[in-house]
Structure formats: C-alpha cells, structure tokens
C-alpha cells in the first residue's frame, strides 16, 4: 500500500522558516518524481514544487521561488520542502504526491500569522 506522511508544519510568523518532511513507503521512491501541493483556505490545490526521481531538477511555482527548496533523500524514502521568508499567502495545508497522482495523504499544516 502506498503510504505518504507529511510532517514538520506549524505556526510561524511572517518571515519565519519551516521544513516539511515526506515519508513515502509502499513503492519504489526512487523511481518517481514528487510534488509538493498546498490548499489554501477557501480554495483549490495549488501545485508548489517538484522534484525529478534521481534529483537532478526541480521546478517551483513563481511565487515561491527564491524562498522555498525542494530536496529528496531516496536512501530514507523522504522528500523535503524548506520554506523560507514565509509569507502570509503560504498559509495552507500541504501534501506530497507521487508524480501527477492526486494527493492521497493527511497533510501538514502551515500557518503564518503575526
């Protein structure tokens, strides 16, 4: 069974840092390229981030570029999401998904407020 665990949000002020982790089990991660998704309130899934099998090359939406990093550990069957330079629009909840297939996870919630 696939399984993906996202982790590591929380509540932080503006300008603050997070990192999300995903733990992927029941599938050869190394073999897929992942996202990371986030739903704000109120409205639909927004693709943030990717990242290729192997990690050679990562793709980001506009506005987060410059503040978040996508990374991926294929020896922990883990992919990770640095958001840095938070800013009040980040706030949502986040998913990892394997490749283009719908977000199948709990997510992590972010929340950045003064």
């Known amino acids: 069974e696939v399984q993906l665990v996202e982790s590591g949000g929380g509540l932080v002020q503006p300008g603050g840092s997070l990192r999300l982790s995903c733990e992927a089990s029941?599938?050869?991660?190394?073999?897929?390229?992942m996202r990371w998704v986030r739903q704000a309130p109120g409205k639909g899934l927004e693709w943030v981030s990717s990242i290729t099998s192997g990690g050679e090359r990562t793709a980001y939406t506009d506005s987060v570029k410059g503040r978040f990093t996508i990374s991926r550990d294929n020896a922990k069957n883990t992919l990770y999401l640095q958001l840095n330079s938070l800013k009040t629009d980040d706030t949502g909840m986040y998913y990892c998904?394997?490749?283009?297939?719908?977000?199948r996870g709990q997510g992590t919630q972010v929340t950045v407020s003064s």
């Open positions: 998904t394997r490749g283009l297939e719908p977000a």
């Open positions: 029941g599938f050869t991660f190394d073999t897929y390229s």
